[in-house]
């Protein structure tokens, strides 16, 4: 979960987990998989940069990290 600020001032703290996207409109929107649009005063690289604070904090690693982890080891052949 990461706290952002709604554009009128009111805190909110949304699961990170949701996010589908952020995008600059000129405000900050935050857009759920629900199809929920949330606009924030953050912009869209501090909602980022909590996504990714938040994540490391529970130790989620990306697919990317995951697979450099593994030593990108090739499947086995039958």
Not at 34 to 49: L, M, N, Q
Request: aromatic content about 4%; cysteine-free; overall charge negative.
């Amino acid at each position: 979960m990461i706290q952002l600020t709604r554009i009128n001032g009111v805190e909110v703290v949304v699961n990170a987990d949701l996010i589908e996207f952020v995008e600059t409109t000129p405000d900050t929107l935050v857009t759920l998989f629900t199809g929920k649009k949330i606009p924030v005063r953050e912009s869209a690289d501090e909602v980022v940069a909590r996504v990714v604070s938040y994540r490391r904090s529970i130790g989620a690693v990306s697919a990317a990290d995951l697979h450099r982890r593994m030593g990108a080891v090739a499947p086995e052949e039958d």
